[in-house]
Nanobody, 115 residues
Framework: QVQLAESGGGLVQPGGSLRLSCAASGSTFRVSVMGWYRQPSGKERELVATITRGGNTNYADCVKGRFTLSSDNANNTVYLQMNRLKPEDTAVYYC?????????WGQGTQVTVPS
């Protein structure tokens, strides 16, 4: 089993910045990819960004150039730096960790950017 502990999030004005953190614990040796997804109210969950153990990243087009995902493999932690936030970034953000077989989710953290 893998447990994910998220931190960060909150209310920020348009154009502002936030940083989300996600620390994995448990059977982390199984994890090959970590990242963040988000779910706006009334909509489906969508990809924000992912990072492999080797450091390869993948971003949703809508966050490219504004969000940066990084990892600290020694501490099994990933960081999502979110800059130039927009009202459309408002959502519950979920940390995700994937192994060959399993898919793990954090409890979610709210990010609100008022219009």
């Amino acid at each position: 089993q893998v447990q994910l502990a998220e931190s960060g999030g909150g209310l920020v004005q348009p154009g502002g910045s936030l940083r989300l953190s996600c620390a994995a614990s448990g059977s982390t040796f199984r994890v090959s990819v970590m990242g963040w997804y988000r779910q706006p109210s009334g909509k489906e969950r969508e990809l924000v960004a992912t990072i492999t153990r080797g450091g390869n990243t993948n971003y949703a087009d809508c966050v490219k150039g504004r969000f940066t995902l990084s990892s600290d493999n020694a501490n099994n932690t990933v960081y999502l730096q979110m800059n130039r936030l927009k009202p459309e970034d408002t959502a519950v953000y979920y940390c995700n960790a994937r192994s060959m077989i399993f898919n793990y989710w954090g409890q979610g953290t709210q990010v609100t950017v008022p219009s």
